[in-house]
Structures are given as C-alpha cells and as structure tokens.
C-alpha cells in the first residue's frame, strides 16, 4: 500500500429504502473513503448503480449472511415498523422487525467488532414532562414505542460498540419515498384542501439532513452511547404547520386546530415531548439547521 492509498471505512446501511435511509446513502455515496452497501427489504433499490443487496432484517440467517460477507466497520440501521398505530394490532410484525432485527444486528456486530448505530424516538417516553434529556426515565404509551425501547436495551446489554441516536419528527428532503410532513402540508393547501392538524403535541422536528449529520459525527468520531438528535425549535405541529404556511405564503385560514384526544387513534401519542440535544451538541459538535433555513433547502432541492 502507498501512502496515498486509503484505508476505506465499510458501512453498511439497514433500511437503505426508507425516508431516512435514502439520505444517508446519498450522502455516503459521494465519499471516496467510504465502501458502501445498502441493504432493505424491498427487491428493488431506489439509486441505480450502487451496491445493494435485498434482505429482511427480521430473517436471522439472511441478514447474518449480509453483514457476514460484507463485515462492515459501522451498520446504520434505520430499517423499522414504522406505522405507529399498526403496531397496535401487528404486534407480533413489529417485534419482530424493530426487536429481533436489532438482535440479529448485535449478534453479527459482537462476532465482527462492527459499530452498530441505531435509530431510536422520543416516542419512548410519556409525554408528561418534556423535552427529555438522554438521562430521562422512559414510559412508552403505545406497542410501537415499546419495541423501540425494547430495541435500545438490546443494544445496551449486549456487549457491542453501540450508538443510539434519539430523533422525533423527522421531516426534509427524501425524493423517493411517501412525502414528508412539509411536502403534504404545502401539497394539501395548495390544492385548497383543508387540515386539522393537532396543536397539543410538542416537538422539536428534525431534519432528515441534520439526522444524518448527527449519524455522520458518531462515525467520525466514534461515540458510544445515546445521543438525542433533534431541531432547534420546540413547537407545537400547528404552529410548525403555520410556519410552513407562511413561508411558503400559503392559505392559513384551511389550516384548523383539533387536539389529539379528537382524533381517536389506536396508539396514544407524547404530548409535551421533544428532545433536548445539548449533549450532541457538546460532544459530538452536532449544529442543527433552524427551521427557516431548510424551508429554504427544501425549496430549493424539491422545487417546492
Ligand atoms: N419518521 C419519523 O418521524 C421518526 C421519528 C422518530 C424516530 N424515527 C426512527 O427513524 C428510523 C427511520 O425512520 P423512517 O422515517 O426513515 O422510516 P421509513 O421511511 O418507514 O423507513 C424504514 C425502512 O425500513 C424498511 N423495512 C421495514 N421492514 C424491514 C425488514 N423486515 N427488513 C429490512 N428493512 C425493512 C422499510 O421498508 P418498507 O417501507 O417496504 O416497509 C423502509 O424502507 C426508524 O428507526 C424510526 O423508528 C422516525
């Protein structure tokens, strides 16, 4: 090997389909230290021409056999069960995925040394008292918010070198799966629809870009633990919502505000949650955009 030859760092990407997946093979495609493969469920990929290989997080001996071949330094999982309020009646699909798919993580991580860097919410706690700190007692509400607990104490005790970064609301630019809360938001008002949206939960939306910064930091610098990564702005989703409105100089007036409790879904919801991301910030040097500014991303990257 030369001295200018690089030492690659291999990433394996989990779930590389997903919203938020998509973003962090974006963004690793480009590095030229990187050997990158992705993997998802789904027997297609979004991105032509790059490395993918189609396998189920929740089948033991398929994903074992991914990470095997591959025996990545660092596996970003952000493959998950998603749907909140399926999780209710898909119990046993959600554990499954969200659960036993970060055990078999582990298990290939502990055999391989790989760092394993996981995707967690604010959804683990109650909601009564936010925003929460990484030091804060957790008390799902729902079956979904469950198993991702349940996923972080997998991690914790199995002995692997680990990340668990917290993030609530992830919005931005993802071109290629279901369209993010600002694009429904500027889609509905421009086709004069009216919508209801809640003004009793409190968030600090993230950034699917300053997600992936956050993932990027702990792959830099090699941080163990748990990170909460979120936005700088706590608000309401109404207010959140007239903010996009006015950016976007849209019709505030078909924008109505109903509380959760109204909306009778089958997984109760965190209201007064959001997370605080001082810790990310001191220790991983993690700076989130303000919500103007990727309004303004957005606008540009989706032509919004
Ligand atoms: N979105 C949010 O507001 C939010 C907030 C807090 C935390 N999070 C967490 O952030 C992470 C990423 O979320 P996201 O919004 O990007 O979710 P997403 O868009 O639903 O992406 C999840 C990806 O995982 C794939 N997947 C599902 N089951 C799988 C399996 N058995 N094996 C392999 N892949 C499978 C999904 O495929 P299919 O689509 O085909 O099922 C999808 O491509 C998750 O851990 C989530 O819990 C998200």
Same mark, same amino acid.
């Given at each position: 090997m030369t001295s200018i030859d690089l030492i690659k760092r291999r990433i394996l990407v989990v779930g590389a389909n997903g919203m938020l997946g998509q973003r962090v093979i974006e963004f690793y495609s480009?590095?030229?230290d990187v050997e990158l493969l992705a993997t998802s469920?789904?027997?297609?990929? /979004? *991105?032509? @021409?790059l490395e993918y290989v189609q396998s189920d997080i929740s089948n033991r001996t398929e994903i074992k056999k991914v990470i095997k071949d591959f025996c990545p330094d660092f596996i970003i999982n952000a493959a998950a069960f998603t749907n909140v309020d399926l999780s209710e009646t898909e119990r046993e699909l959600a554990w499954k995925i969200n659960v036993k798919g970060a055990e078999y993580l582990s298990e290939s991580a502990r055999v391989l040394d790989s760092h394993l860097i996981h995707i967690s919410t604010d959804? /683990? *706690?109650? @909601?009564?008292?936010?925003?929460?700190?990484?030091n804060d007692i957790p008390n799902p509400l729902g079956y979904y918010a469950r198993t991702k607990l349940a996923s972080e104490n997998v991690l914790k005790i199995s002995g692997i070198k680990y990340t668990i970064l917290r993030t609530n609301v992830l919005y931005g630019?993802?071109?290629?799966s279901r369209p993010d809360f600002v694009k429904w938001v500027v889609d509905s008002l421009r086709a004069k629809k009216t919508i209801r949206i809640v003004d009793d939960q409190i968030n600090n939306p993230t950034f699917i870009d300053d997600l992936v910064q956050g993932i990027n930091k702990t792959v830099e610098l090699r941080k163990e633990g748990i990170y909460n990564i979120g936005g700088n702005e706590f608000l309401s989703r109404f207010d959140f919502t007239i903010m996009i409105a006015d950016f976007f100089n849209?019709?505030?007036?078909?924008i109505s505000k109903i509380k959760t409790?109204?909306?009778?879904?089958p997984a109760r919801r965190p209201l007064k949650s959001g997370l605080i991301t001082i810790k990310a910030q001191s220790e991983l040097g993690y700076k989130p955009h303000t919500i103007i500014q990727t309004l303004e991303l957005m606008k540009n990257e989706l032509g919004l």
């Amino acid at each position: 090997m030369t001295s200018i030859d690089l030492i690659k760092r291999r990433i394996l990407v989990v779930g590389a389909n997903g919203m938020l997946g998509q973003r962090v093979i974006e963004f690793y495609s480009v590095l030229n230290d990187v050997e990158l493969l992705a993997t998802s469920v789904e027997d297609k990929f /979004v *991105f032509e @021409g790059l490395e993918y290989v189609q396998s189920d997080i929740s089948n033991r001996t398929e994903i074992k056999k991914v990470i095997k071949d591959f025996c990545p330094d660092f596996i970003i999982n952000a493959a998950a069960f998603t749907n909140v309020d399926l999780s209710e009646t898909e119990r046993e699909l959600a554990w499954k995925i969200n659960v036993k798919g970060a055990e078999y993580l582990s298990e290939s991580a502990r055999v391989l040394d790989s760092h394993l860097i996981h995707i967690s919410t604010d959804y /683990v *706690f109650d @909601g009564k008292n936010g925003p929460y700190s990484e030091n804060d007692i957790p008390n799902p509400l729902g079956y979904y918010a469950r198993t991702k607990l349940a996923s972080e104490n997998v991690l914790k005790i199995s002995g692997i070198k680990y990340t668990i970064l917290r993030t609530n609301v992830l919005y931005g630019t993802a071109k290629y799966s279901r369209p993010d809360f600002v694009k429904w938001v500027v889609d509905s008002l421009r086709a004069k629809k009216t919508i209801r949206i809640v003004d009793d939960q409190i968030n600090n939306p993230t950034f699917i870009d300053d997600l992936v910064q956050g993932i990027n930091k702990t792959v830099e610098l090699r941080k163990e633990g748990i990170y909460n990564i979120g936005g700088n702005e706590f608000l309401s989703r109404f207010d959140f919502t007239i903010m996009i409105a006015d950016f976007f100089n849209l019709d505030k007036s078909l924008i109505s505000k109903i509380k959760t409790e109204a909306l009778n879904q089958p997984a109760r919801r965190p209201l007064k949650s959001g997370l605080i991301t001082i810790k990310a910030q001191s220790e991983l040097g993690y700076k989130p955009h303000t919500i103007i500014q990727t309004l303004e991303l957005m606008k540009n990257e989706l032509g919004l």
